[in-house]
């Protein structure tokens, strides 16, 4: 790992790293903060996802999460939201999603096959990277995001239930199997594979009743310009209600879909998963 940046914050550190992935065959940034606890003790650690179009350190930037994290004494740490780099392939038109805009997939179509291996390096190399240079308690990990983020957090959270304690989101695109933006994604990362997209989709992973239930929090805007189109929370509600899965969705009269909702909400999250980890 190279260190690109380190500063103090609320009695911890704030630190940034880039290093060389397995999966992504590129170097890949993460953004990570140590709470104080971390002098004296591993701690539980949380892993946020950006929503598209967002750097790794945008949400430490942004959200004011850290001084929650040094409170409850949680790590966290945010990845970038897919490869970069100039051998990357681009979309073929300009309506496409931007090359960042990965879902948190591993793509087996080409030619994002070679570079779009985002799920495996969420779930599998960068918790092993963290374990092993932080003092973080791998035992005891969770998982939330925004947007883009959310879907990945439900969708990597319910797939691997022996790995993650608790998941959350604010704003999420909850089905994009109904979302134009998830369908394109689909398509372009997966090609014409129904059972692979089904896979992809938290409201279809919900209806195949995964053995370890979350109590999922979510929170959305009533202003979110993208709520009706793309993020289509009620579909999420509905499905739960149908199979009995615990959910808090919480409608937020005024608020859209920036950071300033993340802010409002960060610190209700943190404390979420807190809860859960030190049970």
Not at 108 to 134: C, G, Q
Request: neutral net charge; aromatic residues 12%.
């Amino acid at each position: 790992m190279k260190l690109l940046s380190d500063v103090k914050l609320f009695g911890g550190r704030q630190k940034r790293y880039t290093h060389h992935s397995v999966f992504t065959k590129t170097d890949i940034a993460f953004s990570i903060y140590l709470p104080p606890q971390t002098l004296k003790s591993r701690v539980p650690v949380l892993y946020w996802l950006n929503d598209f179009n967002h750097h790794d350190d945008d949400f430490f930037s942004l959200s004011g999460a850290q001084r929650f994290a040094a409170e409850y004494g949680l790590a966290l740490v945010s990845p970038d939201t897919a490869p970069r780099g100039s051998q990357l392939p681009t979309p073929a038109k300009a309506s496409d999603l931007p090359c960042d805009a990965s879902f948190y997939l591993s793509a087996t179509e080409k030619p994002w096959d070679r570079h779009y291996h985002m799920y495996e390096y969420i779930v599998s190399e960068l918790p092993t990277l963290i374990k092993a240079n932080f003092p973080v308690d791998s035992r005891k990990q969770s998982i939330f995001g925004m947007g883009m983020g959310g879907h990945g957090a439900m969708t990597i959270a319910l797939k691997n239930t022996e790995k993650y304690t608790s998941v959350s989101a604010l704003a999420p695109i909850c089905s994009p199997l109904e979302s134009p933006w998830g369908r394109l994604a689909l398509q372009q990362f997966l090609g014409n594979n129904p059972s692979a997209w089904q896979d992809a989709d938290t409201c279809a992973l919900i209806a195949k009743s995964a053995a370890k239930k979350f109590e999922i929090l979510i929170d959305q805007g009533l202003a979110d310009p993208y709520l009706l189109e793309h993020l289509k929370p009620g579909l999420l509600q509905e499905v739960c209600n149908r199979h009995n899965y615990p959910i808090k969705l919480r409608f937020q009269p005024g608020y859209d879909h920036s950071y300033h909702f993340v802010q409002s909400f960060i610190a209700d999250h943190i404390q979420f998963h807190a809860l859960k980890l030190s049970l």
